[in-house]
């Protein structure tokens, strides 16, 4: 059985950190692609970073490039999002995914709100 589990979201001040942690199990975590991404209310969910199977290669969107670093330990089956200088408009439910060919896994989300 497949499961993305996301964790590390809530309620951080303007300017703060998050370190978002999506833990995989059910599949080789180690051949797939790993991605977040978020969705705000009222928006079409957006792609902000995705890292290659064996984290060669990242990719982060350029409105949120300088703010975000992904990683993975394929040792853990776990990928991170450490995001930094919060913004308010950076608040979303934020999901984890795991893409290899046409397979094509999702988590539940964890939400990130960004208020003072």
């Known amino acids: 059985q497949v499961q993305l589990v996301e964790s590390g979201g809530g309620l951080v001040q303007p300017g703060g950190s998050l370190r978002l942690s999506c833990a995989a199990s059910?599949?080789?975590?180690?051949?797939?692609?790993m991605r977040w991404y978020r969705q705000a209310p009222g928006k079409e969910r957006e792609l902000v970073a995705q890292?290659?199977?064996?984290?060669?290669?990242?990719y982060y969107a350029d409105t949120l490039k300088g703010r975000l670093t992904i990683s993975r330990d394929n040792a853990k089956n776990t990928v991170y999002l450490q995001m930094n200088s919060l913004k308010p408009e950076d608040t979303a439910v934020y999901y984890c995914?795991?893409?290899?060919?046409?397979?094509?896994?999702w988590g539940q989300g964890t939400q990130v709100t960004v208020s003072s």
């Open positions: 890292i290659t199977s064996a984290g060669y290669s990242t």
């Open positions: 059910g599949f080789t975590f180690s051949s797939y692609s």
């Open positions: 995914n795991a893409k290899f060919g046409t397979l094509n896994y």
